[in-house]
């Protein structure tokens, strides 16, 4: 349908209308804001009931050409882009609708939903874009947008830092990206993915340039995406409002590498190794956070490892063939994990609390929430009937099929910690004692307009499962609707279904042992739970990284620069280690014949280069 | 017969230059703001002329002087950066330096021999105008006679661009020495084939003495030195006019004059550039002073124009072209700014920009465009052009170039956030609003737009620089 | 002995080392200058030796020669002029001591 570039242009056009006339604006722009997410989330059921009668389309315009290149600014409507039309817009919609109260009482108040906006626009652009060009331009705004939404409430000091983390961790993967983008129109000279996809089927391309190009691809997944090692971004990027952690973590910013990867498939399938690197990479993240998630104690943290963890499961999905599955998963956990952090904020709103060693017997507090947000923690632990439960076992299906015995044990062991650490929330925030004094006197309910959204998404999390076998309108299963030329059906293997169930029971007895009953197998496992609330050390290890290696590299250079070359070609080498700290500092010397003696040994050695070299 | 119609912008240039120095002796000094006014006026006007010999193709004097598409575009670019610089920089003039028509006089001569050094067609010219420019420059660096670190500037920049120039002189007789000619064409005729070792230093000492005026590394170290210490009005035209005329000139006697010998001076380049790139983008990390800052940052820009130099395509030197354009727009937006902010605090440290966001708002803002651009942030030209750029070189193959380049415009990001986050950080002091006046605020506000415009939408600037580097190749 | 391009190049040749040597190791601004002009006069004799020998016919390398001279008066203006400058406001010419700007 051609309308379906106004999905993102709406809110693009709300953006600078609510950033700049805010104040004036009714709601103070607020409302603009959520009518254009509102009609992106309506174009979303036009172009799916126009798709459904006429297929697959693809529309683009000009937007300059560049020698015979030409750029485009095009769409694509294929089922993949569709489906992730409308997880986008409506999670976009429920998180906006639930900021009108939650953020009710901010200065910037206009700002945020300006800035929401401009994020569901470039996620929106993101997933309909049918050229590399667009992608990376869309993909490079939601970098930017993460950064003002997390960096929100910048006067806090942790934010501002938090919020240059994401930013440019997330860039160096975009390098891979913009890098891989490049590599493959240097192969094709086409930006087109189409073109690309049909070229790396047909062998145009050699199969050693694409496992680069899909590697350097999944680079850019991997920052986006928060794989290990580029992780480190996403725990602290709860410092934004609680709202936007819902955003991010569920419908767009994280699930945009996924999407790349679902996106550029084909390639991935053409190029040999590059899928077992992204199906290991994603297991490894998955078992390595799902640990973190079990320790830590701020309930949104415990939730941003929860999401790394799946995010790794998609990851491992995808790596295993397993489209649907890993398609699947990205939306019932978008539904779940929307659902959690909005509940989260809703506790937060309702108690003051973070952390959830202050929290306990909430349920009778808060039991609309309680009842909620428990809802979502079983979709996402795998509890059948709920989506999380479906989703799960296509993707161990597809690990299954596809992978040897070590991964699929592997897996199974990663299902019994999600289980586990959801468990353990449900059990310590609402049940149990009240560890709080606080918490006991003001917890209420929150306002309707924040519970609402949660209702809207408790129900998709728990009828998200119903979309294996029947998805309204098509008559069939989500595998065959994303699959539509080789459709496939959702296909269970009875026994590992009941494994995994046995495994989830498994999961909740114990946690119910361990933080209802006081087992001592935390005692135990002491070490290792030590180990992963200090994150692995992956954190201090950047840090030094950062310290040492990137600053004192910076460093070297303005030293080698200014320094050695300078003053030892002069004064000889005699005092340089003596005078380095002090150099370190005035690094360029200012002194002229320092600057002749450097230009002068400069072009020696570009002769020597040029005389080599010919 | 040479047809003098051609040279009108040339000639009226240099009326106008020497109009500004006259009406600085006419005027009262109460009036001498008006001297910028009118030169800006002027410059405008002459884009006029310009604009009416697009499309014309012709070679003066016997191929010194060459009249085409390509030295209209920089023409144009040099003017519109000329009346830019007079505009944001008469505040500036009134209330730091003296002798205003004097410094407006310069600029606009500075304008025309930038114009000279891209239509040149010949060494000779190229180095005149290239001196002329220089000396223009010395004396605009050194002009606060009353501040040390100017004066410094100026003394550096003057003895470090000797120094240069005379290698570069003798580069240029060694290559005249060995093709028996100084055009550009000539020489593209004597450079096939084996080079003599004469032809091989002389072509090294050529790119020297020209990396010298680009500030890449490592004949950088003036630019760092001179960018602090000189005015700031004067620093923001070195950083964006000095670099687009260098370059304009290079690609000129690249393409027309060294392309057969490409394959001997392309690593030279390459090693140019990377060594720009990362020196650049590493030691702007560690500054304190904005001025210093954006000199480290534009030297790292120098690396990324080396690498379309590098590549030298039509479509590379397009990617220079529009890369330089964009550049031009989103430099002179974060110099306007720093200026505006400079002349009503006194301050041009980073940690002195704590509280602008909120002392002025729409300074912060445009600071910040003019940061994500240099960056390279959709939306914002320094996307868009460097996208182009790096496709082009791509193309050609120097995919590892273009990966360091990414890389470092990561670091880079780091650097311009560190700024970005310093504005939005509330100072501990309550301090006043900033009001800049309303000529810097309307500069301000074109040059946004500019950034927005180029970065959102290049179809046009992208199809005309097209048809004018296509000319080089022909 | 019959004088030769070769012999006019080697002129050329010791004059702009004598004047590379003199810039890097001078300490005076004004020496400094001056190496600078022995390097520029170096460039001239090769210019006119070159168009002497390599293109009789053609006068460009003494025009070149021609101007050279005259952007190297203009050069020595400005230079002493600056040097003068700062001479005034630090009291030296000694290169090595100014640098204030750094970093």
């Known amino acids: ?614 | 017969m040479v047809d003098y119609k051609l040279l009108v912008p040339q000639f009226l240039l240099a009326g106008l230059a020497f109009g500004l120095l006259a009406l600085d002796l006419v005027l009262p000094p109460a009036r001498r703001r008006y001297i910028a006014y009118l030169g800006a006026l002027g410059l405008v006007g002459i884009v006029l002329s310009t604009i009416s010999l697009r499309g014309q193709e012709a070679a003066l004097y016997g191929g010194l002087f060459l009249i085409d598409n390509y030295a209209l575009f920089f023409q144009g670019l040099f003017l519109v950066m000329g009346a830019v610089i007079l505009l944001a920089a008469e505040d500036h003039v009134r209330k730091f330096l003296g002798h205003a028509g004097e410094y407006y006089g310069l600029v606009v001569v500075a304008v025309l021999a930038m114009t000279v050094m891209t239509s040149a067609g010949e060494l000779l010219t190229a180095y005149i105008a290239l001196e002329l420019l220089s000396f223009t420059f010395y004396v605009l660096s050194a002009y606060a006679t009353r501040d040390l670190r100017s004066n410094e500037a100026g003394v550096k920049y003057i003895l470090l661009g000797a120094f240069s120039s005379a290698l570069l002189l003798y580069g240029i007789s060694l290559i005249y020495g060995a093709t028996g000619t100084t055009y550009f064409r000539g020489i593209a005729g004597a450079v096939g084939g084996t080079l003599s070792p004469g032809l091989l230093l002389g072509l090294v000492l050529l790119i020297a003495g020209f990396a010298f005026k680009a500030a890449a590394v490592p004949f950088h170290m003036w630019a760092p030195d001179v960018y602090e210490g000189a005015p700031l009005p004067t620093t923001a035209y070195l950083s964006v006019a000095a670099k687009a005329a260098v370059f304009g000139l290079l690609l000129r006697l690249f393409s027309q004059g060294l392309l057969p010998a490409i394959e001997v001076w392309r690593w030279v380049i390459v090693a140019l550039a990377a060594a720009s790139i990362t020196v650049g983008n590493l030691v702007a990390i560690p500054q304190t002073n904005i001025k210093r800052l954006l000199a480290y940052s534009s030297i790292g820009q120098a690396g990324y124009l080396l690498v379309g130099l590098a590549a030298l395509s039509p479509q590379a030197v397009s990617g220079v072209l529009v890369h330089l354009a964009g550049y031009a727009a989103t430099n002179l937006l974060a110099f306007t700014a720093v200026i505006a902010y400079y002349n009503e605090t006194g301050h041009e440290q980073i940690e002195d920009f704590a509280g602008a966001a909120e002392r002025a708002p729409y300074l912060a803002l445009l600071l910040t465009i003019a940061m994500f651009s240099l960056a390279g942030l959709p939306f914002f030209a320094g996307f868009t052009t460097k996208f182009y750029l790096f496709t082009a070189a791509a193309q050609e193959g120097l995919l590892w170039l273009v990966g360091l380049a990414a890389a470092m415009s990561v670091v880079s990001l780091y650097y311009y956030l560190m700024v970005i986050k310093q504005m939005y950080i509330h100072p501990s002091r309550h301090s006043p609003r900033l009001r800049p006046g309303f000529v810097l605020t309307g500069v301000l506000g074109v040059l946004a737009f500019a950034v927005v415009a180029i970065g959102v939408y290049p179809g046009p600037l992208v199809r005309f620089i097209e048809t004018a580097s296509k000319g080089l190749f022909s | 002995m019959n004088v030769g391009l070769e012999h006019y190049l080697a002129l050329s040749a010791v004059l702009l080392t004598i004047g590379l040597y003199g810039a890097l190791a001078k300490r005076n601004a004004v020496a400094i200058l001056m190496a600078i002009e022995i390097m520029l006069n170096a460039a001239n004799v090769a210019f006119v030796a070159f168009s002497r020998y390599v293109t009789p016919q053609l006068l460009t390398g003494q025009v070149f020669a021609m101007f050279v001279i005259t952007v190297a008066a203009a050069e020595a203006a400005v230079g002493l002029a600056l040097v003068l400058a700062i001479y005034r406001s630090r009291r030296t010419v000694d290169a090595t001591q100014v640098d204030m700007l750094k970093g």
């Open chain 1, 1 to 614: 349908m051609e309308w379906a570039w106004i999905a993102a242009a709406a809110p693009l056009a709300a953006f600078p209308l609510v950033a700049l006339r805010g104040k004036w604006l009714p709601g103070r722009g607020a409302y603009i804001s959520i009518a254009a997410i509102g009609l992106s989330f309506v174009l979303f059921w036009l172009v799916g009931a126009d798709f459904l009668r006429r297929q697959a389309d693809h529309f683009s315009i000009t937007w300059f050409n560049s020698g015979g290149t030409r750029l485009a600014l095009g769409m694509i409507i294929d089922p993949l882009s569709v489906y992730m039309l409308g997880i986008v817009s409506v999670v976009a919609l429920g998180v906006q609708v639930y900021s009108l109260k939650y953020m009710e009482h901010e200065p910037r108040f206009s700002w945020y939903f300006a800035v929401q906006s401009l994020f569901a626009a470039s996620m929106l652009g993101l997933v309909l874009s049918d050229n590399f060009l667009l992608l990376y331009v869309t993909w490079e705004l939601v970098g930017l947008c993460s950064y003002l939404l997390i960096g929100f409430w910048f006067e806090k000091r942790s934010a501002a830092e938090a919020a240059k983390k994401a930013f440019v961790t997330t860039r160096i993967g975009d390098v891979g990206l913009l890098i891989g983008i490049l590599v493959l129109f240097k192969a094709t000279g086409s930006f087109d993915i189409g073109t690309v996809i049909q070229a790396a089927e047909s062998g145009q391309i050699s199969s050693g340039t694409l496992t680069v190009a899909a590697l350097l691809l999944f680079a850019g997944a991997m920052g986006k995406s928060a794989q290990f090692p580029l992780h480190v971004w996403l725990p602290d990027a709860m410092e934004g409002p609680t709202p936007v952690s819902a955003l991010i973590h569920a419908a767009t910013m994280v699930v945009a590498g996924v999407y790349l990867v679902a996106r550029a498939f084909p390639i991935f399938e053409a190029a040999p190794g590059a899928l077992e690197v992204v199906g290991w990479l994603g297991l490894l993240t998955a078992l390595l956070t799902a640990t973190m998630a079990l320790v830590m104690t701020n309930l949104k943290q415990v939730l941003a490892y929860s999401t790394i963890s799946h995010l790794g499961f998609m990851m491992l999905a995808l790596g295993s063939i397993g489209f649907t599955g890993g398609m699947y998963h990205l939306m019932t956990h978008a539904f779940a994990k929307a659902l959690l952090f909005l509940g989260a904020g809703s506790i937060a709103h309702g108690t003051g609390l973070t952390d959830i060693k202050d929290m306990g017997g909430l349920w009778r507090k808060m039991p609309l929430t309680s009842t909620l947000f428990i809802l979502g923690a079983l979709s996402l632990a795998g509890v059948p009937p709920l989506g999380g439960f479906f989703s799960k076992d296509e993707v161990l299906a597809a690990v299954y099929h596809n992978q040897g015995p070590v991964v699929l044990g592997l897996t199974l062991v990663l299902a019994l910690l999600s289980a586990l650490y959801m468990a353990r929330l449900v059990f310590v925030v609402f049940f149990g004692p009240d560890r709080s004094r606080e918490s006991g006197v003001h917890a209420h309910e929150s306002p309707w307009q924040m519970v609402v959204p949660l209702v809207a998404l408790a129900y998709l999390a728990v009828t998200s499962g119903a979309a294996a076998f029947y998805l309204p309108g098509t008559g069939e299963g989500l595998g065959q609707f994303l699959f539509w030329e080789e459709g496939e059906a959702f296909h269970p293997l009875w026994w590992l279904i009941i494994a995994s169930m046995v495994i989830v029971a498994a999961g909740f007895v114990i946690a119910w042992g361990i933080y209802q009953r006081g087992w001592r197998v935390a005692r135990a496992l002491e070490p290792v739970a030590r180990l992963a609330r200090r994150k692995y050390y992956m954190d201090d290890l950047y840090q030094w990284t950062i310290d040492r290696v990137v600053l004192v590299f910076a460093g070297m250079v303005a030293l080698f620069d200014r320094t050695v070359v300078n003053d030892g070609g002069v004064n000889g080498s005699g005092g340089i280690v003596a005078r380095v700290g002090k150099r370190l500092r005035y690094h360029e010397t200012g002194r002229v014949y320092n600057y002749g003696l450097v230009m002068a040994g400069a072009i020696v050695v570009l002769g020597l280069m040029v005389t080599l070299l010919r």
